[in-house]
């Protein structure tokens, strides 16, 4: 749209033909008719319309052509949403002060993420379970019998710049009565496994509180002013939300909520951050988003009551710290699930398992659950193949995403869900769910010729089938034949049965699914949110 600057100038009416072009007439900048002529004499209503047509990059550089045109970059109709990656990083903050001082005050659509991957962090492929281990051994080298743990000096700087930017998203929308969906993202759990860092790290770094009280504060006067939120998504902000932040809205906007995530590992004990009663307020809800533990029998008893519009999309985060210091025994029970699927004929499940017991799973999974997608991650403890048995056959008819990630260190080699077992479980898999179309695996023992069959059983229907090399192994049989290649065998027969090109994926970083666990629940709970 901005060609127009650099055009060829048109031949005017009394100027014979090529004047124009031979520079004859008027020049640019000067008058016509007493007016000037240029880029910045144009009316703004006509700089917002162009600026309109461009990409945000590409307004930033357009907006450098003069003052005039900078004046109208931040015109509130160019910026009804407003999605940021930050480094959680103090050279950041100036950046975001001057863009939510300019934007915060009237965006209809805020999504910050405060990006995990700039975390102090070992080499390693599992990203956050990686930081947590060389986190808590960089405290305990350091620690003498008998004393704590000493703090490590790069997480208290982290965790203080994460406040400070954290307060200047707040404050800069506290007063916004246009906003629509406010998504909030920032995993900083360190030392989950060995004890929170809200009473250690937090200690230091916001001794008497104030800080975190005026996050708080913010957090509910933004849903205290709110006249329009239909969005709203917490996930993983130390302690941002508490348990009465809800009783902050209104009830004009609980009633017309459509979407609702609340997620914190950090929260003491059996608390929660919404009961069943304050779930009543939400009629409206077409998508929620909890911790597992915190989906009680209760609140599908809520969501299944004829005075709720039909829920479409349940997110549920298992995560074994949250069993360890809550319970499974209010989880809802089958006949919970059969009750909220008569209401909700269209809901579907997303699940990711976060180093959770397998017998702890086969009490979650209940048969009637509408499970659509599943993701197991694990440092600590693996999957069985009991678990993916029981998930094939119980959810054929709903399953679409499978994910099975291993990242245990074990010097005896991956675990092998076939042992002992007739089929291999995730040929069934591929067998009995005919809905499938992901399937990523990296951790586990995957044999070649399974890996072949899974291909030719679902074909061109399963769109995503990543596996890294290092989980692929090959029966004796297939190595010692020196007429074939296995690899270059595997590469033909998998490519053939998918009706595309295949490969293995040589390195874990490079599956479309990697990336710390939170974050990954995170960004794929809001896709399978949005999806409805």
Same mark, same amino acid.
């Given at each position: 749209?901005?060609?127009?600057?650099?055009?060829?100038?048109?031949?005017?009416?009394?100027?014979?033909?090529?004047?124009?072009?031979?520079?004859?007439?008027?020049?640019?900048?000067?008058?016509?008719?007493?007016?000037?002529?240029?880029?910045?004499?144009?009316?703004?209503?006509?700089?917002?319309?162009?600026?309109?047509?461009?990409?945000?990059?590409?307004?930033?550089?357009?907006?450098?052509?003069?003052?005039?045109?900078?004046?109208?970059?931040?015109?509130?109709?160019?910026?009804?949403?407003?999605? &940021?990656?930050?480094?959680?990083?103090?050279?950041?903050?100036? *950046?975001?002060?001057?863009?939510?001082?300019?934007?915060?005050?009237?965006?209809?659509? &805020?999504?910050?993420?405060?990006?995990?991957?700039?975390?102090?962090?070992?080499?390693?492929?599992?990203?956050?379970?990686?930081?947590?281990?060389?986190?808590?051994?960089?405290?305990?080298?350091?620690?003498?019998?008998?004393?704590?743990?000493?703090?490590?000096?790069?997480? &208290?700087?982290?965790? *203080?710049?994460?406040?400070?930017?954290?307060?200047?998203?707040?404050?800069?929308?506290?007063?916004?009565?246009?906003?629509?969906? &406010?998504?909030?993202?920032?995993?900083?759990?360190?030392?989950?496994?060995?004890?929170?860092?809200?009473?250690?790290?937090?200690?230091?770094?916001?001794?008497?509180?104030?800080?975190?009280?005026?996050?708080?504060?913010?957090?509910?006067?933004?849903?205290?002013?709110?006249?329009?939120?239909?969005?709203?998504?917490?996930?993983?902000?130390?302690?941002?939300?508490?348990?009465?932040?809800?009783?902050?809205?209104?009830?004009?906007?609980?009633?017309?909520?459509?979407?609702?995530?609340?997620?914190?590992?950090?929260?003491?004990?059996?608390?929660?951050?919404?009961?069943?009663?304050?779930?009543? *307020?939400?009629?409206?809800?077409?998508?929620?988003?909890?911790?597992?533990?915190?989906?009680?029998?209760?609140?599908?008893?809520?969501?299944?009551?004829?005075?709720?519009?039909?829920?479409?999309?349940?997110?549920?985060?298992?995560?074994?710290?949250?069993?360890?210091?809550?319970?499974?025994?209010?989880?809802?029970?089958?006949?919970?699930?059969?009750?909220?699927?008569?209401?909700?004929?269209?809901?579907?499940?997303?699940?990711?398992?976060?180093?959770?017991?397998?017998?702890?799973?086969?009490?979650?999974?209940?048969?009637?659950?509408?499970?659509?997608?599943?993701?197991?991650?694990?440092?600590?403890?693996?999957?069985?193949?009991?678990?993916?048995?029981?998930?094939?056959?119980?959810?054929?008819?709903?399953?679409?995403?499978?994910?099975?990630?291993?990242?245990?260190?074990?010097?005896?080699?991956?675990?092998?869900?076939?042992?002992?077992?007739?089929?291999?479980?995730?040929?069934?898999?591929?067998?009995?769910?005919?809905?499938?179309?992901?399937?990523?695996?990296?951790?586990?023992?995957?044999?070649?010729?399974?890996?072949?069959?899974?291909?030719?059983?679902?074909?061109?229907?399963?769109?995503?089938?990543?596996?890294?090399?290092?989980?692929?192994?090959?029966?004796?049989?297939?190595?010692?034949?020196?007429?074939?290649?296995?690899?270059?065998?595997?590469?033909?027969?998998?490519?053939?049965?998918?009706?595309?090109?295949?490969?293995?994926?040589?390195?874990?970083?490079?599956?479309?699914?990697?990336?710390?666990?939170?974050?990954?629940?995170?960004?794929?709970?809001?896709?399978?949110?949005?999806?409805?």
């Amino acid at each position: 749209m901005l060609l127009f600057l650099s055009q060829e100038p048109e031949a005017r009416p009394g100027l014979p033909p090529g004047a124009a072009a031979a520079g004859l007439g008027p020049a640019p900048g000067m008058s016509v008719c007493g007016e000037a002529v240029g880029a910045g004499s144009l009316p703004s209503e006509l700089v917002v319309h162009i600026f309109s047509f461009l990409a945000g990059p590409d307004r930033l550089r357009a907006s450098a052509a003069c003052s005039h045109w900078r004046e109208c970059l931040f015109y509130p109709a160019l910026w009804p949403r407003l999605r &940021l990656s930050l480094r959680v990083s103090p050279a950041e903050r100036p *950046r975001l002060e001057f863009l939510m001082r300019k934007c915060g005050w009237f965006v209809r659509e &805020l999504r910050v993420q405060f990006a995990a991957d700039n975390y102090p962090s070992s080499s390693g492929g599992g990203g956050g379970g990686a930081a947590v281990a060389a986190v808590a051994s960089e405290g305990a080298a350091a620690a003498g019998d008998g004393e704590a743990p000493p703090l490590c000096p790069r997480w &208290l700087d982290l965790l *203080r710049t994460y406040l400070e930017l954290v307060l200047c998203v707040l404050s800069s929308v506290r007063n916004n009565r246009n906003l629509q969906k &406010l998504s909030l993202f920032g995993d900083i759990s360190i030392l989950q496994q060995h004890g929170s860092i809200s009473n250690t790290y937090l200690g230091k770094v916001d001794p008497d509180g104030k800080k975190i009280k005026q996050i708080q504060q913010l957090f509910e006067e933004i849903l205290g002013n709110s006249r329009q939120l239909k969005w709203l998504s917490c996930g993983f902000m130390l302690q941002i939300v508490t348990p009465t932040s809800l009783s902050s809205l209104s009830n004009p906007i609980a009633n017309t909520m459509e979407h609702l995530s609340l997620l914190d590992n950090h929260i003491p004990g059996n608390t929660t951050l919404i009961t069943a009663v304050e779930l009543e *307020r939400f009629v409206n809800l077409r998508s929620l988003a909890l911790d597992f533990c915190d989906f009680t029998a209760e609140m599908a008893r809520v969501l299944a009551d004829s005075n709720h519009v039909p829920l479409h999309r349940l997110s549920l985060l298992v995560h074994s710290v949250s069993i360890m210091h809550k319970s499974l025994d209010s989880m809802p029970e089958d006949e919970n699930w059969k009750a909220l699927t008569r209401n909700s004929t269209n809901l579907r499940v997303y699940i990711m398992a976060f180093d959770v017991k397998s017998d702890d799973m086969l009490r979650i999974l209940k048969p009637s659950i509408p499970l659509e997608r599943i993701h197991f991650d694990s440092y600590i403890t693996c999957v069985s193949g009991a678990v993916v048995d029981l998930i094939s056959r119980q959810y054929d008819k709903f399953l679409t995403h499978f994910i099975l990630m291993n990242d245990v260190i074990d010097m005896s080699g991956f675990p092998d869900l076939s042992d002992n077992r007739n089929e291999d479980p995730l040929v069934l898999l591929a067998w009995r769910c005919t809905r499938l179309s992901l399937l990523a695996v990296h951790g586990y023992t995957v044999w070649a010729h399974n890996l072949i069959a899974i291909a030719r059983l679902r074909g061109s229907d399963l769109k995503v089938l990543e596996v890294t090399e290092e989980s692929i192994d090959f029966d004796q049989g297939e190595l010692a034949d020196q007429d074939v290649d296995p690899v270059h065998n595997l590469i033909e027969q998998v490519s053939l049965g998918l009706g595309r090109p295949w490969h293995a994926v040589m390195d874990i970083e490079l599956l479309s699914v990697f990336t710390e666990p939170t974050c990954h629940f995170y960004r794929e709970m809001q896709s399978f949110s949005e999806g409805i």
